[in-house]
């Protein structure tokens, strides 16, 4: 979906680096999200934010931080990558209120992996 | 815990047919539910959702049908094209506003030329 960008969209780090995974949204949306995707685990929710000022930690939180720079734009860091971070990233946004749907809206994904 | 799976990993259907995939949940107070279609390379997209007071809803191509008493979702996509070839998620909420959705694991749906 071209609302919803994510930048690297690919990334090779070492061991130990920070990095930081950009996703910024076109469609307003109040709620953003960061998930992981693993084979044969799905999708995992790493953190959340409801609107600028709210961050919230979800399954698998350890190890990542985010920061909700305005409405449009969440990153996710890796503060010391490690190579079970290795995986495919996707950010998602939603606005329930005034969309009167849950439904949320993925961006194309990062694939990082971790030397 | 609380979960949501699918029945079967992968599913091959002849382009043309008509193709079921299945997701089993568990958790009695979800009251939402979206199928999600990823194609290789690319997001989750959405395909068609539905809400715990219908059992069934249509799109294009596309029915999802709602059995609460076994707790158990279906996404039925008609006359299979080669481009719905793709994993497909099943994903539900309980919880409207907050709406963390719970994802399954995916079933991978290949469409036989």
């Known amino acids: 979906d071209a609302d919803v960008t994510q930048t690297p969209r690919n990334r090779i780090t070492k061991t130990g680096k920070r990095i930081m995974l950009e996703c910024s949204q076109t469609k307003g949306h109040d709620r953003m999200y960061w998930y992981r995707q693993d084979p044969g685990l799905g999708l995992r929710l790493i953190y959340y934010s409801f609107d600028v000022k709210d961050i919230n930690k979800g399954e698998i939180s350890d190890g990542y931080s985010v920061s909700r720079q305005a409405q449009a734009k969440f990153s996710l860091s890796l503060e010391s990558a490690i190579p079970n971070q290795t995986a495919l990233y996707f950010c998602a946004t939603s606005d329930p209120n005034r969309e009167n749907t849950e439904t949320q809206y993925f961006g194309p994904g990062t694939r990082l992996l971790v030397l | 815990g609380e979960s949501v799976g699918l029945h079967l990993p992968t599913l091959s259907v002849q382009e043309g047919d008509n193709s079921i995939i299945n997701c089993a949940y568990s958790n009695s107070a979800s009251d939402y539910f979206i199928w999600y279609k990823q194609e290789s390379g690319k997001g989750p997209q959405f395909i068609i959702d539905?809400?715990?007071?219908?059992d069934k809803r249509q799109g294009q191509r596309v029915t999802v049908l709602l059995n609460k008493t076994v707790k158990h979702l279906s996404l039925q996509i008609a006359a299979t094209q080669p481009g719905d070839s793709a994993v497909y998620f099943c994903a539900e909420t309980g919880d409207f506003g907050n709406e963390k959705l719970t994802f399954g694991t995916g079933t991978r749906l290949t469409i036989i030329p």
């Open positions: 539905i809400r715990s007071n219908m």
